[in-house]
């Protein structure tokens, strides 16, 4: 498999990405694979190859472009309290920019990019989702039901809070499937905002999954960090292949 760098032209700019190809001529299915905070690294692209090897196209946008071309942080000391606070210190203003309109935007731009590529089977895509990227994945589903099929967040924080634009409250709209992996005492997104999550997927009809990964930290599958938890990594890895053959098969 291949994985370049790609830019995708936006309504606000380029969102610089990668985009990993498997072997053969295609068309292949397509996941876009939203980042989480720490943003574009080798473990991202690790990711998207894995998922590549079954037979998918996947696209790795930069989230936080806005604030330039990844990589925007130092990540040299992920594995220092204090270098990931400094890190993180500098992504909140860009994540919290990321209202559900621009999200809304952006996700058009990187449809409409892969829709006009040869290699990319006609129809809906599916999109795997880590820590914000995962939230941003809902809200995503949300705004292009026809054009996503499903979605899979993991570890995702902030689905649920008091905000009159909070993203469990658009979940009406969606006509795909979801599955969301918690992480266990994850306080960005507490028992309570889970059960209020699932009480308002029930109520909308949406399909989904929705499970606590016992002793599992927020950020669990990022490996370059210390929150890295290898089974609830692989419990993941199956979750999302169980998603996509179902939603998103290759054949």
């Not at 292949?28 to 998207?48: C, K, Q, S, T, Y």
């Not at 203003?93 to 829709?115: E, H, K, Q, S, W």
């Not at 996503?148 to 967040?153: H, L, N, Q, V, Y």
């Not at 658009?170 to 009480?199: C, N, R, W």
């Amino acid at each position: 498999m291949l994985t370049t760098t790609v830019d995708i032209p936006t309504s606000d700019g380029v969102a610089d990405a990668s985009l990993t190809r498997p072997d053969g001529d295609g068309p292949f299915p397509a996941v876009l694979l939203f980042m989480d905070a720490i943003g574009p690294r080798p473990r991202l692209v690790e990711m998207a190859e894995r998922i590549a090897a079954r037979g998918y196209l996947v696209l790795t946008p930069h989230l936080l472009y806005r604030g330039g071309r990844a990589p925007l942080f130092d990540l040299s000391r992920l594995g220092e309290a204090d270098g990931r606070a400094a890190l993180f210190a500098k992504a909140m203003p860009l994540i919290g920019a990321l209202t559900a309109d621009v999200i809304n935007r952006d996700t058009a731009a990187y449809l409409d990019f892969l829709a006009a590529r040869d290699d990319v089977r006609p129809g809906p895509v599916a999109i795997t989702g880590y820590c914000m990227g995962g939230t941003n994945a809902l809200r995503a589903i949300e705004a292009h039901p026809d054009r996503i099929a499903a979605i899979a967040s993991f570890h995702g924080g902030r689905i649920v809070t008091d905000a009159p634009d909070s993203p469990h409250l658009g979940v009406a709209s969606i006509t795909g499937e979801l599955y969301f992996g918690h992480a266990d005492a994850d306080q960005s997104m507490t028992p309570e905002q889970i059960a209020t999550l699932e009480k308002a997927l029930d109520a909308a009809g949406v399909r989904y999954r929705s499970e606590v990964y016992a002793g599992a930290h927020h950020g669990y599958t990022m490996s370059d960090t210390p929150a890295y938890d290898e089974q609830a990594t692989e419990r993941h890895w199956r979750a999302l292949f169980d998603l996509l053959d179902r939603a998103l098969p290759v054949g």
